[in-house]
């Protein structure tokens, strides 16, 4: 979609990449908190709770929570964000990045376009893994 609005092009693709790693970690950090909670018990010798501790999780989460609201601000996927960028959201036709890698993956090996880093069927590779991962949320 945001190729489709103008807002990025190819040379972003790094920038999107590390936007998916760091959305799938954040992910598996808030799976871990819901399940855990933000904070564990310090016992003393005798086992009674002295204190609580929060996990590292929460901080890590935290500081990945700022990097996406930076990295959305920075590509317009926020409401806000959106007014301070021209696109014509109008006329974009919604498109899953799947059906978009397998048009791209069409007009690599049949088109002969050329594929500029990774290619599209390297592309729909990584994708599947992380979407079929058991770890994914």
Not at 36 to 46: A, F, K, L, Q, S
Not at 94 to 114: A, C, N, V, W
């Amino acid at each position: 979609m945001l190729m489709g609005m103008g807002v990025i092009s190819r040379i972003d693709r790094n920038a999107i990449i590390r936007y998916g790693t760091d959305l799938s970690r954040w992910k598996k950090l808030q799976q871990f908190l819901a399940k855990n909670g933000e904070v564990y018990p310090i016992r003393d010798g005798n086992g009674k709770i002295k204190c609580f501790a929060a996990f590292p999780h929460v901080s890590i989460a935290n500081k990945l929570s700022l990097l996406l609201t930076k990295f959305e601000q920075e590509f317009g996927m926020t409401p806000s964000a959106r007014t301070r960028i021209e696109c014509d959201p109008e006329g974009t036709e919604s498109q899953t990045i799947e059906d978009f890698l397998k048009h791209r993956y069409f007009e690599e090996r049949f088109m002969g376009k050329p594929s500029n880093g990774m290619s599209a069927e390297e592309a729909m590779d990584f994708w599947r893994r992380q979407t079929q991962s058991p770890h994914r949320s």
